[in-house]
């Protein structure tokens, strides 16, 4: 492994150079891989795995989504099967439902792992909380994971462009002696760019924390606080939507993809980094106590035991759908929709 300085530690990390695609293939080449499920991750991971020459079929029971998989080039019967079927044929069952729908199926599942068959996972969840998911795999079965670092959508769109998001990557179970091999070749597979070693608990943990956290709920948060104390003191919707979202996402993030964040304020006027050297210390301050708060709520499992009571309730999806509708009907995303359309290369 390449031995990389992250800001002072050094950290063991895969990359595609030491373990290229070719070897990728050549350790999965005797292994029939069951993409299980086909909502966001599953179309990402199983369209890249078949680009890369992998023995690749999907599982999905019928419906849009089923649907979906055939526009997408799966052949009913060839390539796409019944969840069971699937199960059945595959050796290397890539557990790819959502969270909650994995505790529902794991009876089932459970059943096609025969001695010497793989379980891969994208997430620590259904193992680490075993007591609350029941997900306890038989002993003579491999069980790993590779977790993309972002969207299944974004990794599919990535692996277009000849580009790859980061995975992380665990060994929670080898029955074969071959797991880690196996777990290295899958994340390559699945179209990642470097891969960092962690454990099941440990990327449950983070993946929870960063979802709620800065990639998704603190975000949002800080959006729309900002968003009202422009709205509340006389801004339109547009300069105040445009002064808090379309700049940082159109101009100002890619500066900090690009090259760091010092990098992006180096390219603003000096006085706006005076004032986001002086601003970026108060907002850590106060914010800080809300994230110590979130990864106590993650490591207490209430977050999980949340998300699993909420999810298993029959009317859980219309109420998804209604609070992501009054999120897209809010005036901040109505001003973002309307920002949006407006962008020179949307016409
Ligand atoms: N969404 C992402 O981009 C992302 C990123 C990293 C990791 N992950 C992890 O990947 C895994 C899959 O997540 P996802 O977001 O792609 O899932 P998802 O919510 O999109 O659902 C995946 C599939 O589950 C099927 N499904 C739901 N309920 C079912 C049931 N009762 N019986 C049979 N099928 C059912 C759906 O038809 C769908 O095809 C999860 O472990 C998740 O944490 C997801
Ligand atoms: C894409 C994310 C947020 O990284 C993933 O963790 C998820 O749960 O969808
Ligand atoms: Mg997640
Ligand atoms: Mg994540």
Same mark, same amino acid.
């Given at each position: 492994?390449? %031995?990389? +300085?992250?800001?002072?530690?050094?950290?063991?990390?895969? &990359?595609?150079?030491?373990?290229?695609?070719?070897?990728?293939?050549?350790?999965?080449?005797?292994?029939?891989?069951?993409?299980?499920?086909?909502?966001? %991750?599953?179309? !990402?991971?199983? *369209?890249?795995?078949?680009? +890369?020459? /992998?023995?690749?079929?999907?599982?999905?029971?019928?419906?849009?989504?089923?649907?979906?998989?055939?526009?997408?080039?799966?052949?009913?019967?060839?390539?796409?099967?019944?969840?069971?079927?699937?199960?059945?044929?595959?050796?290397?069952?890539? $557990?790819?439902?959502?969270?909650?729908?994995?505790?529902?199926? #794991?009876?089932?599942?459970?059943?096609?792992?025969?001695?010497?068959?793989?379980?891969?996972?994208?997430?620590?969840?259904?193992?680490?909380?075993?007591?609350?998911?029941?997900?306890?795999?038989?002993?003579?079965?491999?069980?790993? /994971?590779?977790?993309?670092?972002?969207? !299944? &959508?974004?990794?599919?769109?990535?692996?277009?462009?000849?580009?790859?998001?980061?995975?992380?990557?665990?060994?929670?179970?080898?029955?074969?002696?071959?797991?880690?091999?196996?777990?290295?070749?899958?994340?390559?597979?699945?179209?990642?760019?470097?891969?960092?070693?962690?454990?099941?608990?440990?990327?449950?943990?983070?993946? /929870?924390?960063?979802?709620?956290?800065?990639?998704?709920?603190?975000?949002?948060?800080?959006?729309?606080?900002?968003?009202?104390? *422009?709205?509340?003191?006389?801004?339109?919707?547009?300069?105040?939507?445009?002064?808090?979202?379309?700049?940082?996402?159109?101009?100002?993030?890619? /500066?900090?993809?690009?090259?760091?964040?010092? #990098?992006? $304020?180096? +390219?603003?006027?000096?006085?706006?980094?005076?004032?986001?050297?002086?601003? #970026?210390?108060?907002?850590?301050?106060?914010?800080?106590?809300?994230?110590?708060?979130? $990864?106590?709520?993650?490591?207490?499992?209430?977050?999980?035991?949340?998300?699993?009571?909420?999810?298993?309730?029959?009317?859980?999806?219309?109420?998804?759908?209604?609070?992501?509708?009054?999120?897209?009907?809010?005036?901040?995303?109505?001003?973002?929709?309307?920002?949006?359309?407006?962008?020179?290369?949307?016409?």
């Amino acid at each position: 492994m390449a %031995q990389i +300085n992250f800001g002072g530690t050094v950290e063991d990390v895969v &990359t595609r150079e030491e373990f290229p695609l070719e070897k990728a293939r050549q350790v999965l080449s005797d292994q029939t891989i069951a993409v299980i499920g086909y909502g966001v %991750q599953g179309p !990402g991971q199983a *369209l890249n795995m078949k680009d +890369n020459g /992998l023995n690749v079929i999907v599982g999905q029971r019928k419906g849009k989504t089923y649907d979906k998989a055939v526009a997408d080039g799966w052949v009913p019967g060839e390539t796409l099967f019944e969840i069971e079927e699937a199960l059945e044929k595959g050796t290397i069952i890539c $557990y790819l439902l959502s969270d909650a729908a994995q505790i529902e199926l #794991w009876p089932t599942v459970k059943k096609y792992l025969t001695a010497g068959k793989s379980l891969y996972f994208s997430h620590g969840f259904g193992i680490t909380y075993k007591e609350k998911t029941g997900i306890v795999p038989p002993a003579d079965v491999d069980v790993f /994971l590779a977790a993309p670092k972002g969207s !299944g &959508t974004s990794l599919r769109r990535l692996f277009v462009e000849g580009k790859g998001l980061n995975s992380s990557f665990a060994v929670y179970q080898d029955a074969t002696g071959t797991a880690r091999e196996k777990c290295i070749a899958m994340a390559i597979g699945v179209g990642s760019g470097y891969l960092f070693e962690t454990d099941f608990y440990k990327e449950v943990t983070s993946d /929870l924390t960063g979802e709620r956290g800065t990639l998704m709920g603190a975000i949002q948060g800080i959006f729309a606080a900002q968003y009202e104390v *422009l709205r509340e003191n006389g801004h339109s919707p547009s300069e105040a939507f445009n002064e808090t979202v379309e700049e940082l996402t159109q101009s100002l993030m890619p /500066l900090v993809a690009e090259n760091g964040m010092d #990098w992006m $304020y180096a +390219n603003c006027s000096t006085t706006a980094q005076r004032g986001a050297l002086d601003w #970026w210390k108060p907002f850590k301050e106060a914010t800080k106590p809300v994230f110590a708060k979130l $990864y106590d709520s993650v490591k207490t499992q209430a977050e999980a035991a949340r998300s699993i009571d909420l999810n298993s309730q029959p009317d859980y999806r219309p109420k998804l759908e209604a609070e992501l509708k009054d999120l897209r009907e809010s005036e901040m995303w109505q001003a973002g929709a309307a920002v949006r359309s407006l962008r020179p290369e949307r016409n």
